[in-house]
């Protein structure tokens, strides 16, 4: 998706794009930036491994691109990047999807090995998004990053992402897709997991999308939407709504539905054939956070 912004449209709502080399603006109090980089050479893959301690990757991981929201006077930065959600892969480790026999020989490095697949060969993960509280830069030039995770506090509630304000005719100030990783499994399907965020002069909006499609067996869809309404007292709130999605191939053919693999090219189109499994609404208030870290500190 292409979009052409309007340099007026920009001026109207007090928003400038990044300088440099940057891909991304400020607005509202938010600064907003999209990074894409080239899949992980052989050298970083062996250094993720480690990390991760797996021999398993996804075919192509973006290990440089993320995409970063700031709210810049409060330190606040949520922020979604490959590590992180093949963090949340290795922790939820599921069982390996069954594999139908006539496509194992596809898994295979050797024409007659034994096909062991002992691990999550899907790469699903559960990932939502990272939180980082970046605190202001100190007299010697360092800055302090402390993990969201004990700081940030997102709160069941009953709200829902307003999808009618999202689908008035705002002007787009800035959208982008970054693709985090993907694997074709042998050709026998896709795991692929993206975020696109978009800009207008009201709120921001950004889908984080996992989705899978294993020919023949299942299709999973993993949704993470966030939005954020700009406000002028300079305490926003971040709405965030999970939603998976799964069913089995045969789930779907009861209904009615194709089994070709053909139909499922899309996961937008499809999701709403597969029922929902889990649904969750939670909001961050991010007023008050830097008072609290100083507080801590005392």
């Known amino acids: ?152 506090h997102w709160e069941d509630c009953k709200e829902k992402i307003d999808v009618v304000a999202l689908a008035s005719k705002e002007p787009i100030l800035f959208y982008d897709e970054v693709v985090l990783y993907e694997d074709e499994l042998a050709d026998n399907g896709v795991s692929l997991l993206t975020v696109k965020v978009r800009v207008m002069p009201s709120s921001w909006f950004l889908l984080l999308r996992f989705w899978l499609r294993v020919d023949g067996v299942l299709m999973r869809l993993r949704d993470t939407r966030m939005h954020c309404v700009f406000s002028d007292s300079g305490n926003p709130v971040i709405l965030r709504e999970n939603c998976w999605r799964e069913a089995t191939v045969q789930a779907l053919a009861a209904k009615g539905y194709p089994t070709d693999s053909a139909a499922y090219s899309d996961p937008s189109i499809i999701s709403q054939r597969l029922p929902v499994i889990m649904h969750r609404t939670q909001k961050l208030k991010i007023s008050g956070i830097m008072e609290s870290l100083d507080d801590e500190q005392k």
């Open 1 to 152: 998706m292409e979009v052409e912004v309007d340099e007026k449209d920009l001026k109207v709502a007090g928003a400038e794009p990044l300088t440099g080399e940057r891909r991304g603006l400020r607005i509202r109090g938010w600064e907003i930036e999209s990074r894409k980089r080239s899949i992980l050479n052989s050298s970083s893959v062996e250094r993720w491994e480690q990390k991760l301690e797996t021999n398993h990757l996804p075919e192509m991981v973006f290990g440089e691109s993320c995409l970063v929201l700031k709210h810049v006077e409060s330190g606040t930065k949520i922020h979604f990047n490959a590590f992180d959600a093949l963090s949340g892969w290795k922790l939820e480790s599921l069982p390996p999807v069954e594999v139908p026999a006539a496509a194992q020989w596809k898994f295979r490095s050797k024409p007659f090995e034994q096909l062991i697949l002992d691990y999550d060969y899907t790469f699903t993960t559960p990932y939502c998004g990272s939180e980082t509280i970046e605190m202001d830069t100190d007299k010697d030039g360092t800055r302090d990053n402390l993990d969201g995770s004990s700081s940030l």
